[in-house]
């Protein structure tokens, strides 16, 4: 592991409820020369120092954090690599927009087209005068659609297995999906996943199903549904979940029900919206999302040699 340095500056802030936190300054410099390669670099040599960064005592299970480092691509503003309290993502929607908002505080940015390289690949956005960020994310897919899975206590659950950025196995109900629920929903969907993994139910190509989505009715009269999204590492998400709803999208395109262009609104389990459609593009559905971001506050972080929790920490589940 590289050594910790002796402070990093980041951005906090908000997206639809949930938090971001955008490192801008500190962070080792990460070899290779691909976002792909910078990420397993990130992986191989700084895992502490994430943990350090979004996990107690300087964080929490809900913070996403976001590394910003030199593009990739000559025609891009930035690269980011998204990270949670457990390891790295592909993608993250709302990360993004956190981003992009964050980049105009620094006063990197101001209205217009923007691109960032992530691993997932390229994302292009676009920021208005008013704050309203719209992002185009990578390629969504569907790689399932009613994937049975036993869960004990739950019996048989059927859901979608689709891509936004990541991958989810989302699951329709028409129960309704409340805060007051959170603790009983977070039980459930941790125990799919949990199930997901143990019976070999994957994504293509094998690749990890790390979300579960529930899908239910709306309570906002301008949403077309409201969502409960449970991240890796037990926490859930806060906004409509930029990748989950790109991968609902795609299953509701798959079963007929959305065309190119039509708008989807998206409520989250805290009553916020995003607003998504897709495009097809040389056989390829490319999601649009659009949603608000706000900075909340500037940090510093230390890490003093002998605090006991430098690297922070994670509470089990």
Same mark, same amino acid.
């Given at each position: 592991?590289?050594?910790?340095?002796?402070?990093?500056?980041?951005?906090?802030?908000?997206?639809?409820?949930? /938090?971001? *936190?955008?490192?801008?300054?500190?962070?080792?410099?990460?070899?290779?020369?691909?976002?792909?390669?910078?990420?397993?670099?990130?992986?191989?040599?700084?895992?502490?120092?994430?943990?350090?960064?979004?996990?107690?005592?300087?964080? #929490?299970?809900?913070?996403?954090?976001?590394?910003?480092?030199?593009?990739? #691509?000559?025609?891009?503003?930035?690269?980011?690599?998204?990270?949670?309290?457990?390891?790295?993502?592909?993608? !993250?929607? #709302?990360?993004?927009?956190?981003?992009?908002?964050?980049? %105009?505080?620094?006063?990197?940015?101001?209205?217009?087209?923007? *691109?960032?390289?992530?691993?997932?690949?390229?994302?292009?956005?676009?920021?208005?005068?008013?704050?309203?960020?719209?992002?185009?994310?990578?390629?969504?897919?569907?790689? @399932?659609?009613?994937?049975?899975?036993?869960?004990?206590?739950?019996?048989?659950?059927?859901?979608?297995?689709?891509?936004?950025?990541?991958?989810?196995?989302?699951?329709?109900?028409?129960?309704?999906?409340?805060?007051?629920?959170?603790?009983?929903?977070?039980?459930?969907?941790? @125990?799919?996943?949990?199930?997901?993994?143990?019976?070999?139910?994957?994504?293509?190509?094998?690749?990890?199903?790390?979300?579960?989505?529930?899908?239910? /009715? /709306?309570?906002?009269?301008?949403?077309?549904?409201?969502?409960?999204?449970?991240?890796?590492?037990? +926490?859930?998400?806060?906004?409509? !979940?930029?990748?989950?709803?790109?991968?609902?999208? @795609?299953?509701?395109?798959?079963?007929?029900?959305?065309?190119?262009? %039509?708008?989807?609104? %998206?409520?989250?389990?805290?009553?916020?919206?995003?607003?998504?459609?897709?495009?097809?593009?040389?056989?390829?559905?490319?999601?649009?999302? %659009?949603?608000? @971001?706000?900075?909340?506050?500037?940090?510093?972080?230390?890490?003093? +040699?002998?605090?006991?929790?430098?690297?922070?920490?994670?509470?089990?589940?």
């Amino acid at each position: 592991m590289t050594p910790f340095p002796s402070a990093i500056r980041a951005v906090d802030s908000h997206t639809e409820g949930e /938090p971001t *936190r955008v490192v801008v300054e500190g962070w080792p410099v990460l070899a290779g020369r691909t976002m792909l390669e910078r990420r397993d670099a990130l992986v191989r040599q700084h895992d502490q120092l994430r943990s350090a960064v979004v996990c107690e005592p300087r964080g #929490h299970d809900a913070m996403v954090g976001a590394l910003l480092t030199p593009p990739e #691509h000559s025609d891009s503003t930035a690269g980011v690599i998204f990270f949670n309290n457990v390891g790295c993502l592909g993608m !993250c929607g #709302h990360g993004t927009i956190g981003v992009v908002r964050t980049l %105009q505080w620094l006063g990197r940015l101001t209205a217009g087209a923007v *691109r960032l390289d992530t691993p997932a690949g390229t994302v292009e956005a676009r920021l208005d005068d008013d704050g309203l960020v719209t992002i185009t994310n990578v390629p969504c897919l569907v790689h @399932a659609l009613d994937q049975a899975v036993d869960v004990p206590g739950l019996g048989r659950v059927t859901g979608d297995i689709a891509y936004g950025g990541n991958w989810f196995f989302i699951i329709h109900t028409d129960e309704p999906l409340t805060l007051a629920r959170v603790g009983d929903l977070a039980q459930r969907t941790e @125990a799919i996943m949990t199930s997901l993994e143990a019976q070999g139910v994957t994504g293509a190509d094998g690749a990890r199903i790390d979300h579960v989505e529930l899908s239910g /009715p /709306p309570e906002r009269s301008d949403a077309d549904s409201r969502n409960f999204v449970l991240c890796p590492g037990g +926490a859930y998400d806060r906004s409509p !979940c930029g990748t989950g709803t790109s991968a609902r999208m @795609a299953v509701l395109q798959a079963r007929g029900l959305l065309t190119p262009g %039509q708008r989807w609104r %998206q409520e989250s389990i805290t009553g916020s919206l995003f607003t998504g459609w897709l495009e097809e593009c040389d056989g390829a559905l490319i999601p649009h999302i %659009q949603g608000r @971001a706000w900075v909340t506050g500037e940090v510093t972080l230390a890490f003093a +040699a002998d605090d006991p929790f430098r690297a922070g920490f994670t509470a089990a589940r």
